[in-house]
């Protein structure tokens, strides 16, 4: 995720390495560095400009003291103004009404029905409220049917009437049923166009007047860069939305629609979706995709997708087998099954501070735990609990059953053992006791 963006940046802060002082002279390159930073990472020149400037304005005869150089300093400008451009802070959705009628729109192909779903599977989960989707893609009946779908991996029910052509009608009866069903939340999603055209317009903003939702959202592909701009602004004329979406935020994404859509529309970035898992949706912080761009990490998500998945008493019982020395395969594949949902593992690994950049080229695939798992899966649950009985038969069966060789049989048991002495030593190892 803005890997080009970030080293252009990086690179253009390193221009002011070995001086002692930022002034107009010795600030200019650096700043035609970062506009062109943004430019290429597909930012209009308009707002790629007024941002430099303002970057340029904060610099200047900025004095740096012993402790920083003003590289160090004019990353410190950037990231503020890059905060700034993005919209300051996180920005909630309005859904204090019972039901809450949350509208969605956007072009066919922005992942507007997954991201529906993504939706009502963050407000159940995170939130506890009773959410009913609504099909209203009155002209794509496999947009319907996969909206169903996805309602019944997530079990949440789907609203359609499949044979009715008038998508007003089947909001506002979508609307009557959740309130029947006692339903506190309301995900209607729309048609969507190849590109904007007329009756799609006049259509979604007859819906938006006669069901009055809460809150609107515009979902747009972030791959798309400039051009998701642009049809930010044409709905946002229309509709006067409440929110962006940014989808695809973990494809090849330049960066573009993520730092001039709240400069353009004046709108706020509610949630950003990544994947095409059911839980890959994030609350938009832009400090924290400062930090991403910058190389900074993103520690804060990090912390919390582990929090997600973190079981107290699990962990308190864990805890416990490793200070009796009695950590086993049964547990290690537990822990890998945790660290799996917390999302892409690349993505994990780059919100680490400092190691974005190492792992940009370095291919870290979803499966990487897979023949872990395999290996594991081929154990008998004797052999997982006591892997010291496992001989040369044992381990040439757990390698057949798991489609791997003996070599790799042998050199998981040897990291599981090294990992073991490590917990070891850990669970040994004196509190310093603070004085």
Do not use: W
């Not at 006669?210 to 004329?237: H, R, W, Y």
């Not at 680490?352 to 080229?361: E, H, L, T, W």
């Not at 395999?374 to 044992?394: D, Q, V, Y």
């Amino acid at each position: 995720m803005f890997e080009s963006l970030s080293e252009k940046l990086e690179r253009s802060f390193k221009v002011l390495s070995g001086k002692h002082k930022i002034t107009e002279i010795n600030v200019a390159e650096s700043i035609k560095e970062i506009r062109k930073a943004l430019l290429n990472a597909d930012v209009s020149f308009q707002v790629a400009k007024e941002f430099t400037d303002k970057v340029k304005q904060k610099a200047i005869g900025r004095n740096v003291i012993n402790a920083i150089q003003p590289g160090q300093l004019m990353v410190k400008i950037v990231h503020d103004e890059l905060v700034e451009l993005m919209g300051s802070q996180a920005a909630n959705i309005n859904i204090d009404a019972k039901p809450a009628i949350i509208l969605l729109s956007g072009l066919q192909g922005s992942g507007k029905t997954t991201f529906a779903a993504k939706l009502a599977n963050f407000l159940k989960s995170k939130k506890g409220r009773h959410p009913l989707l609504v099909a209203c893609d009155i002209y794509r009946p496999a947009a319907i049917e996969q909206l169903k779908i996805l309602g019944q991996q997530i079990e949440v029910p789907v609203y359609s009437e499949e044979e009715n052509k008038n998508a007003v009608e089947i909001a506002k009866n979508a609307i009557k049923q959740a309130k029947t069903e006692g339903k506190d939340i309301v995900i209607i999603d729309t048609a969507g166009r190849l590109s904007i055209d007329q009756q799609m317009m006049d259509e979604i903003a007859n819906i938006k007047k006669s069901v009055s939702p809460n809150e609107i959202l515009f979902v747009v592909d972030s791959m798309t860069g400039q051009d998701a701009v642009n049809t930010a602004s044409e709905f946002n004329k229309v509709l006067d939305f409440d929110g962006v979406v940014l989808t695809k935020l973990d494809g090849d994404t330049r960066g573009g629609a993520a730092l001039s859509i709240k400069y353009v529309v004046n709108k706020p970035i509610k949630f950003v979706s990544t994947g095409e898992k059911l839980d890959a949706i994030d609350i938009f912080y832009p400090d924290r995709l400062a930090d991403r761009i910058l190389g900074m990490g993103d520690i804060k998500t990090l912390v919390e997708k582990a929090q997600e998945q973190y079981d107290e008493e699990q962990a308190k019982k864990l805890q416990r087998k490793i200070a009796r020395q009695e950590f086993d395969f049964e547990d290690f594949l537990q822990q890998i099954r945790q660290i799996k949902k917390m999302g892409n593992i690349k993505d994990l690994i780059a919100m680490i501070p400092g190691v974005g950049n190492a792992v940009k080229d370095l291919d870290v695939s979803d499966d990487s735990f897979k023949h872990i798992e395999a290996i594991i899966l081929s154990m008998t649950p004797e052999e997982r609990t006591n892997p010291e009985i496992l001989n040369g038969a044992r381990r040439s069966r757990i390698a057949k059953g798991s489609g791997t060789n003996v070599q790799e049989v042998n050199s998981l048991l040897r990291q599981f053992e090294q990992m073991k002495k490590m917990m070891k030593a850990m669970t040994k190892a004196p509190i310093k006791k603070k004085k």
